[in-house]
C-alpha cells in the first residue's frame, strides 16, 4: 500500500511547493512535466536508468554496518548509506544522470546548473561529457574561491564555470543566475537542477531519480537485520539525498526520519543556515517553502562549514514532513560535525563529506537514546576529500 | 472607473501610447523616488511602474539587480515603499502607480494586509514577476476586494491556452515580454513582437503595453505604434546607476531621457489597437 502520493498534479506538497517562476518558464515547465509523466512509465527509460547507474555509478552503494562506531557509541546498530562511493563521490550523479537523461529524450543539446560547493556542477559536467552536450555551470564568485579544485575539475570535464557576482556570490545567487539563462536560452537548454527544490516538477523529479537510495536501503537492511530500520538520518540543504533516503520509507510510520540542517555557530548566533528549524514559510526560486529571511522578506546570507547546506531554504517536500510532522527536523553546529569527520575517519577508515558529517553528528545523539536493540541508517551522502582543505584551514595547516 | 481604466481611455481618445518608466523605490536613496515619480509625470509618464527591491530578483537583468542591491543598502522595504507611494500621492492624485515586483515581501506581509495597505497608500495595481495565475487566486481575490489590479506577463512561450487563462485573470492591463530573457536583454525582434500583439488582442480586449529590451527613443516609437503601453526600465535605471553618486542629478537628467522617448512615440502613428475601453 502507498498511501502518500504527494505532489498534487500542480506540484503542491500541502501548501508548499507549486510554479512561482515568470511567464515565459510556465510553458518549457509544462513541457517538462509531460515529458517526464512520458518516461517516468516507460519501462525502457527506467531499464536505461538504472543501467547507468549500475554500470556508470556503480550502484547498488554498499550499505556498510559501521561496528566499531557502533560499540564507541553503545547505543543502536549504526548502517551507513555509501553514497560516497559512487562515480563523482556523492549522492548528485544519481540525480543528474536522470535529468540528463530526460533532456537527451526533450532533444536539447545544452545544459546548464547551478552549484554551490562545486559538487553538484561536478556531477553535471560528468554527464554532460558523457552525453556530448554543452554545459555551463553557474557559481558564485565567493564560491569559486573557496573551491578552486572542483571548479578545475568542471573545467577538465569540458564545463564552462560562469561566476555570479550579484547578491551575495553564493549559492543562491548562482540559482537566481541560472534561473536567468533559461529564461533567455529556453529552445534548446535543459536546467540540471541540483536539488529537490525549484518550481514543479522538479522537487518531485529530484526526489523520484534519488529514491533509488532509500530502495536500495530497504532490500540491504534485511540481509543484516531482517526487518526495516527504526530511524533513518540524513542531512538537509536543499534536502535531495533525505529526500532520496525517506522516500520509500514515508508509508512505514515506525520508521522515525530524522533531518539534520546546519547550526553553523548556533542557532542563536544568526550565523546558520537551519532553515526548517527556525525559518517560515515564504517563496524563492519557484517553490514555497521555508526561507530564512528578514522581516520585510528579503532573503538573508547563511553560513555553514559545509558550502553543501549552505542554502537559506529547502525543498518544499521538506517543508510538508516537517508541518505533518512525519519527519523531524534537528540541527548540528559546525564544531559538532567537524569532531564526527575525525572520528569517523579514524574509527572507521572513511572520511565523510562536512554535509554527511552533520547527519553522523546527530545519530551519535540519537544512538544511546534509542538504546542497542534498534537500527539506525545515516546517509553517507558524500566522500571528504574535497573537505580536506576545509579542514586543514581550521586546523592552521598549509600545504 | 480605476486610475488605469481611465488613463488608457483618456490616451486612446488622443490616440496616444501610454508611456510607463519603471524605477526601482529607495534607488539611489529613498529621498529621491517621490521626487523623480513627480519629474517623470511632468516630462511625459503616463503611469509609474514602481519596483519594490528584492534580494533575489530572478527575472532581472544586472541593471536592475543592481538597482535592488543600492535600495536595500537602504534597507528599503515594502511598507516604506507604500509610505512613498501615499507621499506622492498627497500631490497627484491622476497618475496610476504600478507596484512591480516579486511575491515573497508580500507573502511575508500578507495579501489581505498588503491589498488593504496599498489601497490605502493609492497604488493602483500589483505585478508580481513570479506569480502565475495558476497561484495567485488568493491574491486576486485580495487586490479585488480592494479595487486593485491583478496585472499579468504573458511572453512569447506562451501558447493560446495560456493567453485565454491570463486574460481572463488580468485586470487593467497586460503586460508583454517582448522577448526570451530577463530585463534589460538586447535583442528585440519586432515583428515576432507585433505577430504575438495580434493574437493576445485576439483573446482580449485589455490593453496590452510592452517591455523588457526597450531602450531607445527609436525603439519606444517603433513599439509604440502596435502597443497601448511602452514599458521602460533598464535604460532609465541605467541612467540612473551612473549618477547614482550625486542623486540631485537624476531629477534633472532623467526627465530629458523621458521627454526623449515621449517626444519619439507622439511622432509615431497610433496602435491599431482594438481596444474600445479598458475592460476590468
New interface residues.
Partial sequence: MNAYALPDA?GHFGVYG???????????LKELRQAYEQLRNDPKFQEEFADDLRLYVGRPSPLYPAKRLTANWGGARIYLKSEDLNHTGAHKVNNTIGQALLARHMGKKRVIAETGAGQHGVATATVAARFGMKCVVYMGSEDIKRQAINVYRMKLLGAEVVPVE??SKTL??AL?EA??DW?????DTFYIIGTVAGPHPYPMLVRDFQSVIGREVRYQIMEFEGRIPDALVACVGGGSNAMGLFYPFIDEPAVALYGVEAAGEGLTTGHHAATLCTGR??????N?TY?L?T??????ETHSISAGLDYPGVGPEHSWLKDSKRARYVAITDSEALAVFHELTRTEGIMPALESSHAIAYAKKLAPELGSDKVIVVNLSGRGDKDIHTVANIEGIKF | MSRIEKCFNSLKAQGRCALVPYIAAGDPAPRITVPLMHALVASGADIIELGV???????D??VI??AA?RA?QH?V???QVLAMVREFRAQDSNTPVVLMG????????GYARFAAAAAAAGIDGALT????P??ADEFRSALRAHGLDAI????????AE?IEL?SAAASGFIYY?SL???TG?SHLDLGEVAAKLKAIRAGTDLPVGVGFGIGTPEAAARVAAIADAVIVGSAIVKRMEELAGEPDKILIELPKFLGQLRAAMDRSPAAPSSVSGAHR
Fill in positions: 500542480r507549486g510554479m512561482f517562476v515568470s511567464e515565459t518558464l510556465m510553458q518549457p550579484s547578491g543562491k545567487d537566481n534561473m536567468r529564461v533567455t536560452n529556453v529552445e514559510p515564504g517563496v524563492l526560486h519557484g514555497r526561507l529571511e522581516d520585510d522578506g528579503q532573503i538573508i | 527591491p528584492f534580494s533575489d530578483p530572478m527575472a537583468g544586472p539587480q543592481r542591491e536595500l534597507h522595504s515594502l511598507t516579486y511575491l515573497n515581501p508580500i507573502e511575508v506581509m514577476v513570479d506569480l502565475p495558476e497561484e499579468f506577463l504573458l511572453a512569447p512561450t506562451s501558447p495560456r491570463i515580454v526570451r530573457g530577463v536583454a
